[in-house]
């Protein structure tokens, strides 16, 4: 499957990239449809966001006690696993990690193909503990709010808050992140690309990928990586960030 | 997939799939509140031309857990008594507007009928002598359950009224599928005229068995299908056929001792074994709602297309 992968078109990156580890990771199942363009965070990148959400969590709750960590398949888990390991590298507190399978909540049941992507495990009971919902990307906000109903229905939290590693934008939903690694201004027809060594077997790293065939009319999303100031906006299906 | 009517409709890809699912669907029936939205909406009608008490609640159970609305159709006190036919029967049900069917008719094929006349997905939940697919396919997840996903080389013996049972010939199916090797054990009147298409082998002789095998599998006589007639007494069947505790005691440790249900208990199965350490009875029935979930959940979640969402 991989093979299928047509390498040429990463040529179609313009020339403001600032790509320094040009290597997309052949990627299963897009029949194609999706060209590599830019590498927006390195492993040394992903490192420092996770530490600084980990530090960003415990202050906001104003320590770790009564914290558990719930990550959304298939990545959240490894990630939340990370955010602990930081935790407790200053903190000296084990925060329970647990995962959460949103299939049976979503809201797209019956208009494409949904199927639960892992098992759903919580050490602890989410009762009166301030729960952190952890995911690579959030776009439309739909996992977030399939995520709600579900740990609704484990329990009663004190706090649910939402952390990810990308904010791409687009959202659909009045649903918003509270601890958020890089905003990330996308293409509504461009792809976020989240690799972890737990969950893909490479290099940790977060890559943009555009639509084969298209020569990037919309080429404000590709500033490049760069610090971004401001979120994205909710300008769902426009195509673009457009200006902020 | 559109309808589950046979062990034919489903390859290794498939059956695996489905115990993925059902294994999801266990962690859920585990739950304090153990359902999820996920079929909200779609409508699930039990159709049941035969007596059944688990396998009309376990898929009743399922598709309420999957928050499916549910119709039961009592065939004692409908228009089935003033003579209307299956087909114009299951045509009043689908014009209410429904999505599927489960269905059980003493008749062979009567499932497959079915699928051809409604758009509904229909699930055989027996037909006739035939097939009883999602018997099968808890009866496999139970048996990976307790000896991990790999059962090839497993030994199997299905014991007992062979020639009526529609979950012999499912089981035989879904082992081979998983590469069980599947001993059928019966006197001659109970074994099927012809073994030719089953992935199996047969013996008489239950004792030359008894030592050798990682599950035995027991089935009912179905006295409502007159096996009675096919020997001399029942008396003489459990001698010679019916797991006793002596015989119990001679399996090799770890033999997991299964059964469909419903028992005759001290015909087939002596009531000591039923309820004793070997025996999975309880949970197969457990493991039957969560597979039903699965079911229900691939024939009904589905879409078309590949979309993509973050």
């Not at chain 2, 695996?16 to 939205?37: M, N, Q, W, Y």
């Amino acid at each position: 499957m991989a093979g299928s992968r047509p390498g040429g078109r990463r040529g179609a990156p313009p020339e403001s990239s600032t790509t320094q580890v040009p290597t997309p990771t052949p990627d299963p199942g897009d029949g194609g449809r999706f060209v590599f363009r830019t590498r927006v965070l390195s492993a040394a990148d992903l490192r420092r966001a996770h530490t600084r959400i980990a530090h960003e969590i415990v202050e906001r709750n104003h320590g770790p006690a009564g914290l558990v960590l719930v990550g959304l398949h298939t990545r959240g888990p490894a990630i939340a696993a990370r955010i602990a390991a930081a935790i407790a590298s200053f903190e000296d507190v084990e925060v329970p990690v647990g995962s959460l399978d949103v299939a049976f909540y979503r809201d797209d049941i019956g208009r494409r193909p949904v199927a639960p992507a892992g098992p759903t495990e919580i050490p602890v009971d989410v009762t009166d503990r301030v729960v952190v919902i952890v995911d690579d990307v959030l776009q439309t906000g739909r996992t977030a709010r399939a995520a709600l109903d579900a740990l609704t229905e484990l329990g009663r939290p004190r706090a649910v808050q939402l952390a990810v590693l990308v904010d791409r934008g687009h959202r659909e939903l009045p649903i918003r992140a509270d601890y958020v690694g890089k905003n990330l201004p996308t293409g509504y027809a461009e792809d976020v690309r989240v690799r972890l060594t737990d969950t893909d077997g490479v290099e940790d790293g977060i890559e943009l990928w555009g639509p084969a065939g298209d020569d990037y009319a919309d080429a404000d999303a590709d500033d490049g990586p760069g610090p971004v100031g401001d979120p994205p906006g909710g300008d769902a299906g426009d195509g673009n960030g457009g200006p902020r | 997939m559109n309808h589950l009517l046979s062990i034919d409709d489903l390859d290794r890809a498939a059956l695996d799939e489905l115990h993925a699912l059902a294994e999801s669907f266990l962690e859920v029936t585990g739950r304090e509140i153990p359902k999820v939205p996920a079929l909200r909406g779609k409508v699930v009608v039990s159709l049941f031309y035969e007596d059944s008490t688990r396998t009309r609640l376990s898929f009743e159970t399922a598709a309420k857990r999957l928050s499916a609305d549910v119709m039961t159709f009592a065939v004692g006190s409908s228009s089935v008594k003033k003579g209307e036919s299956l087909r114009d029967t299951i045509q009043t049900i689908a014009a209410m507007g429904i999505d599927a069917v489960v269905v059980r008719h003493p008749s062979a094929g009567a499932a497959h009928q079915l699928a051809r006349w409604v758009d509904a997905s229909v699930v055989n939940a027996g037909d006739g002598r035939h097939e009883h697919p999602t018997q099968a396919l808890l009866d496999t997840l139970t048996i990976r359950r307790h000896r991990g996903p790999a059962i090839d080389g497993l030994r199997v013996a299905i014991v007992g009224d062979v020639r009526n049972s529609r979950v012999a010939r499912s089981d035989v199916k879904a082992l081979a599928l998983l590469g069980a090797e599947v001993t059928l054990v019966a006197p001659d009147t109970l074994l099927p005229p012809s073994l030719a298409g089953w992935p199996c082998t047969a013996t008489h002789d239950l004792e030359s068995v008894l030592g050798d095998v990682d599950v035995l599998m027991l089935l009912r006589i179905q006295r409502e299908r007159a096996a009675e007639a096919s020997f001399p007494s029942l008396r003489e069947f459990t001698a010679r056929w019916g797991l006793t505790v002596d015989r119990a005691a001679r399996l090799a440790p770890g033999t997991l001792v299964m059964h469909p249900g419903p028992m005759n208990r001290g015909v087939e199965i002596a009531p000591e074994v039923a309820d004793g350490p070997r025996s999975l009875i309880a949970e197969q029935v457990h493991n039957g709602v969560a597979i039903r979930m699965a079911v229900l959940w691939k024939l009904l979640s589905g879409g078309s297309g590949g979309g993509m969402v973050a």
